[in-house]
């Protein structure tokens, strides 16, 4: 059976990777990955090539690569998801891999705790259902395939028929949280949390650094894992639109400029708006949004964490919030704190 759908990179690209690296993202389990670790599935890019390098089992690849299989069956890579989610896409990416990707590929999906044992993921403890059918690939190429199931998934099967090298696994969907692990002692919870659901609307500029890292777990290892815009030439700022994980009202925003020393932004301020959840993000610089102020233009400091409350102006309840900054810069994390609305 083959999967003949072929979307648009685009369509893809607008939805988080369920399975990266950088929001927790795991590779259990590999049946065979002699010649090039199943880890390097989940990193970030597409992968790089050196022509000359070389390990003792052979060639160096920068992706998930098995032996040439004498036998019968095929290989298989197990995954445990960094955020749970009903999935929308996959990318099977072959860069690089040009005479020994495989000829095809099917997915399986399954939702299990957390604490599920690799044992007990390859056995029969948990329902696996088929979210991919096998599905013919092509080498050097992000192979992109729409998932038509809506079902909440926490771990996933790479299915590579028979064998072969795959540079990178991108499964995109929408994430659907555990609100109940998600509160802070408080009692509130992180409203811009990319694991809580929320998204990246639109910005007017990610040049250095993807605007979707803004609201990533944990802390940055480096400014190249915040949002950072070009150097501005030009009259005005630069902004950018975090859908909320759910409609709430905001009590407490913290903004991170970690690792941005020279180049973090003199000035920012917090907005909110209600806005339709498929709100095109080339209508959000409309100068016909009511946005109403949170925080007001605040001077910021390098390499610091900057947090605000009694300073807050209006908690909303709001479904999007944009923080602009000025004139342009980087900024690590923002992290929206509050409580989600009864409606």
Not at 89 to 105: M, S
Not at 147 to 164: C, F, N, S, V, W
Request: hydrophobic share 35%; proline share 6%.
């Amino acid at each position: 059976m083959t999967h003949d759908i072929a979307p648009s990179a685009a369509s893809f690209d607008t939805l988080v990777d369920l399975a990266a690296e950088s929001v927790g993202g795991k590779a259990l389990h590999a049946t065979d990955d002699f010649f090039a670790g199943k880890e390097n599935l989940l990193k970030p890019g597409r992968g790089v090539f050196f022509p000359g390098k070389y390990t003792e089992n052979g060639k160096w690849m920068d992706g998930w690569e098995s032996r040439r299989k004498r036998t019968p069956g095929h290989d298989v890579c197990l995954i445990q998801l960094g955020l749970p989610g009903e999935i929308h896409g996959v990318d099977v990416d072959t860069n690089h891999f040009t005479g020994n990707y495989p000829e095809h590929a099917s997915l399986e999906a399954c939702e299990a705790p957390a604490s599920a044992t690799v044992e007990q993921l390859l056995g029969n403890a948990f329902e696996w259902r088929e979210a991919l059918p096998v599905s013919k690939l092509q080498g050097g190429s992000r192979n992109l395939f729409e998932i038509a199931e809506r079902r909440r998934t926490t771990h996933i099967k790479l299915h590579i028929h028979p064998d072969g090298g795959v540079a990178r696994l991108r499964v995109h969907g929408r994430v659907l949280p555990d609100w109940s692990a998600a509160q802070t002692r408080d009692g509130l919870v992180d409203l811009a949390a990319i694991a809580n659901g929320a998204n990246i609307a639109g910005t007017n500029d990610q040049y250095f650094g993807r605007g979707d890292q803004l609201i990533y777990p944990g802390q940055p290892a480096n400014m190249g894992e915040g949002w950072e815009t070009q150097r501005k030439r030009a009259p005005g700022n630069d902004w950018i639109v975090v859908k909320l994980a759910a409609r709430g009202a905001i009590e407490r925003a913290e903004i991170y400029t970690t690792h941005f020393k020279g180049n973090y932004p003199d000035r920012c301020s917090l907005e909110g708006a209600i806005l339709a959840a498929n709100t095109p993000a080339d209508y959000l610089g409309s100068r016909s949004i009511a946005w109403q102020e949170i925080l007001p233009q605040t001077k910021l400091t390098a390499h610091a964490c900057h947090s605000f409350g009694p300073e807050l102006r209006a908690a909303g309840p709001f479904t999007h919030v944009r923080l602009s900054i000025y004139p342009d810069g980087g900024v690590a994390r923002l992290r929206l704190f509050g409580k989600r609305s009864e409606e």
